[in-house]
């Protein structure tokens, strides 16, 4: 006869190691509805629709060990229906929370970004404001970025190659 970690013998008792699984399945479960996902359909929302982008970029290609860039990016665009989620096709960089602006046009009204995270399947940037964005209105979102280059082909990349008269990188 076996003893079961209560020191209760097993004869005539299920199997405590399941009853066990089962506790630690349910935590696991319980602890994975904590986390909120705000957007995860494979097309960007229709809530609201960008018009105009500007695109800064500094390329820092002095030192292959420090390949990189910076940049910034402002989105103006206009809001179909009101909405506290800001979803765009991102991938693959660094972003500070202090360096998300957004702002509704021709006011003073600033947005506070509580939160904002990468759906890495997708390739969204997914940013969460304070309060609703109005239908109707026009708002102007900035974001500073960076990321460092690799050799994968996929996002900013640097490239070796060589000819028969000189090996070049780009």
Known sequence: ?????SGVPRVG?????IYYLLILLGLCLGADAGKTTYYDSPRLPTTLVPFHYDLKLLTRLENSSTFGYEGAVNISF?????????VL????????????????????????VTE???NR??????I????????????????EFGRRMSE???????????TDVVSQQK
């Open 1 to 5: 006869m076996s003893i079961c970690p």
């Open 13 to 17: 008792r299920p199997n405590v190691a």
């Open 78 to 86: 206009f809001v179909h229906k009101s909405t506290d989620v800001v």
């Open 89 to 112: 096709h991102a991938n693959d960089f660094s972003i500070k929370l202090g360096k998300i602006r957004l702002l509704q046009w021709n006011t003073l009204n600033k947005y506070e």
């Open 116 to 118: 904002f995270s990468f």
């Open 121 to 126: 399947k997708l390739d969204y940037l997914i």
């Open 128 to 143: 969460k404001v304070d309060s609703y964005l109005k239908e109707g209105r026009y708002y102007n979102l900035n974001i």
């Open 152 to 162: 994968k082909r996929r996002g900013g990349y640097f490239l070796v190659y060589s």
